[in-house]
Nanobody, 124 residues
Framework: QVPLVESGGGLAQAGGSLRLSCAAS????????RGWLRQAPGKEREFVAG????????VYADSVKGRFTISRDNAKTTVYLQMNSLKPEDTAVYYC?????????????????WGQGTQVTVSS
């Protein structure tokens, strides 16, 4: 059973918006830090955004700062990534991940649970 399930990916035009969701499956992850990471064709997977267990603290990659917003719902089980002012270079498979601690991390190796990913394609 996949512990995290992403949704909301698709095709958008440059300058447009998309909202990704990541739902917990099998366990709540309500006390876990969460993150969004992405992998573009031919590139390594990279960190995009992270949020602590309560949602009170967030961190972003420089490439998305000011355009993307990570948040989590009141039950702290679902995490969102609001993506605005999309650029073609944002095209990638976006993965949701959870870390077995309350603090976020920008390092991929620190995440313990992963979703299967959702494709985001931004056309110019």
């Amino acid at each position: 059973q996949v512990p995290l399930v992403e949704s909301g990916g698709g095709l958008a035009q440059a300058g447009g918006s998309l909202r990704l969701s990541c739902a917990a499956s099998g366990r709540t992850f309500s006390t876990y830090a969460r993150g969004w990471l992405r992998q573009a064709p031919g590139k390594e997977r990279e960190f995009v955004a992270g949020v602590n267990w309560s949602g009170s603290s967030t961190v972003y990659a420089d490439s998305v700062k000011g355009r993307f917003t990570i948040s989590r719902d009141n039950a702290k089980t679902t995490v969102y990534l609001q993506m605005n002012s999309l650029k073609p270079e944002d095209t990638a498979v976006y993965y949701c991940a959870a870390r077995s601690t309350i603090h976020y991390s920008t390092r991929l190796m620190d995440y313990d649970y992963w979703g299967q990913g959702t494709q985001v394609t931004v056309s110019s």
